[in-house]
């Protein structure tokens, strides 16, 4: 793989995450200031979430189809800019609501088939996915930073407008992804086999049915309750996290460093996750991260006063993004192969961002109300402890099952 493949690659990934970076910490924040409640911000993110459910399955299918990896991509990263025009237009919880759903029915239309680019152009190097996928961390940590600061110095109000303009640069970003071959082996790989050829159907056929076969098989199965309850123990920290921590007493500059720090961990993990992928076993990586998951939202329960212990449990993101999600992307891989990838890669995203994180959203708005802050991240600690408790079940009960390279 060459430099400029390599740039080129991580750019998209850069400008993707550096919109969530915008959103992510801030958009509570917002929608608090335009007078929503505690239920009605978790209600909110809870809707934005779901659309995980039905748009990254929906954008998959077609790109998986028609071979279309590219134009899909491209596709949702011009119109997120375009519906996210729709949030100055709001009047209140459904029209935010509405606006909300759009753009982010475009967005989640990008990152599943940037994934299955990606990962065909380090086809045979795919310990080289870590040092790309960390630009998507560089991205988060710069815009995340910067609106911190920006925010201790202008309302808050102003944050749409910087939203918008990273998804514009996301937008021009894919534009560099070529459409037709550029670099050796990535198109041949994405482009579609001769619709006449019978061979090719018949095996179109058998591997579509292998997809939803493999959903029957337990490691697969515990695999994505598994990241299901690792984003729904994420709900309060990615709903209220920064409202929790104004409420403490620290800045939005400070937040915002907060917000970084653990995305700092996070690049440093990817940095050397080909290290870790070549040691250990992808599911061990799994375990282990939803055990920190555990242990780091118990801290942010008893300590957020305490600053130090509240870094400490930041640095623990590496953990419960970090290794979580590169590992899960190499079970991805392994459960779902060919003609399955897509949709493998969109059931990733959408069970886990999708069902856990609009679980653990409008679950987290509604506990915040009811038994606050400290009940919300020790239920969140126990759903963490419990996907944990499933998956070493599976490691001992169907061992042979996880070991397999090819299912």
Known sequence: MTVNVYWVLSSVYFFYFAVLGATNPYWGLYLQSLGFDAKQIGSLMAIFIATKLIAPNLWSYWADQKRAHVSVMRLGAVLTPLCFLTVYLQQGFWSMAVAMVLYSFFWNAILPQYEVITLNAIKGREERYGQIRLWGSVGFIAAVASLGWLLDLVAVTWLPISILSVMAFMALSTLMIPARKVWPGVEEKIAAPE????????????????????????????????????????????????????????????????????????????????????????????????????????????????????????????????????????????????????????LYSSLGYGVGGALGAWGSGLLWVSIGAQGSYLLACAAAGFGAALVLWSLWRHRSYWTEEKQ
């Open 195 to 346: 619709p006449d050829d019978p061979s090719v159907s018949r095996r179109d056929s058998c591997q579509e049915g292998g997809f939803w076969l493999r959903l029957k098989h337990p490691p697969v199965f515990v695999f994505l309750l598994s990241v299901i309850l690792m984003q729904v123990s994420h709900g309060p920290y990615y709903t209220f996290f920064s409202i929790y921590m104004e409420g403490v007493g620290y800045s939005r500059s400070l937040i915002g460093l907060l917000w970084s720090l653990g995305v700092m961990a996070e690049v440093v993990l990817f940095a050397i996750m080909h290290l870790l992928l070549t040691r250990f076993k992808p599911e061990v990586l799994l375990l282990l991260s939803l055990v920190l998951a555990a242990l780091r939202w118990l801290m942010v329960a008893l300590f957020a006063d305490e600053l130090m212990l509240l870094l400490a449990s930041q640095l623990l993101h590496a953990a419960t993004f970090g290794s979580f999600h590169a590992a899960s992307i190499a079970l991805v891989q392994r459960f779902f192969t060919g003609q399955t990838a897509g949709q493998g890669q969109a």
